[in-house]
């Protein structure tokens, strides 16, 4: 018997992706990220929103790392090891890491809500 607050369809399942994306950016680094590529590549039968979140979260995943990565080595080739070097790569990394990390609180409430992602729908 269905409560007067009960869903009257079945979840979409698109929460799951997005929690793994923030599990990635926030406890467990590799372990997350892994789970996202294992849902990307195995992603037969699933609903179209998991599936767009799910896309999205490992591409948001993979661009955070390049990003990151790139800015912090472009640094190093301008500095090198130097104050400004460190000072740089800490606000760098800190800045985008929190840019990601709304983002999937963002994409959160989406899944949440039956929505899909804030992404490029080319890419989905």
Same mark, same amino acid.
């Given at each position: 018997?269905?409560?007067?607050?009960?869903?009257?369809?079945?979840?979409?399942?698109?929460?799951?992706? #997005?929690?793994?994306?923030?599990?990635?950016?926030?406890?467990?680094?590799?372990?997350? =990220?892994?789970?996202?590529?294992?849902?990307?590549?195995?992603?037969?039968?699933?609903?179209?929103?998991?599936?767009?979140?799910?896309?999205?979260? =490992?591409?948001?995943?993979?661009?955070?790392?390049?990003?990151?990565?790139?800015?912090?080595?472009?640094?190093?080739?301008?500095?090198?090891?130097?104050?400004?070097?460190?000072? =740089? @790569?800490? #606000?760098?990394?800190?800045?985008?890491?929190?840019?990601?990390?709304?983002?999937? #609180?963002?994409?959160?409430?989406?899944?949440?809500?039956?929505?899909?992602?804030?992404?490029? @729908?080319?890419?989905?």
């Amino acid at each position: 018997m269905q409560y007067s607050g009960g869903r009257e369809k079945a979840a979409s399942g698109a929460v799951v992706p #997005v929690v793994w994306y923030l599990l990635n950016l926030l406890l467990i680094p590799v372990i997350g =990220f892994a789970v996202l590529a294992w849902f990307y590549l195995c992603r037969s039968g699933e609903n179209p929103l998991r599936r767009a979140h799910t896309r999205a979260s =490992f591409f948001m995943s993979i661009i955070g790392a390049f990003l990151i990565g790139s800015g912090v080595a472009l640094a190093w080739l301008a500095f090198g090891n130097t104050g400004h070097f460190w000072t =740089f @790569a800490l #606000v760098w990394a800190i800045v985008l890491h929190t840019g990601f990390v709304l983002w999937g #609180v963002v994409s959160l409430a989406f899944a949440m809500s039956d929505k899909p992602p804030l992404f490029p @729908a080319g890419l989905l």
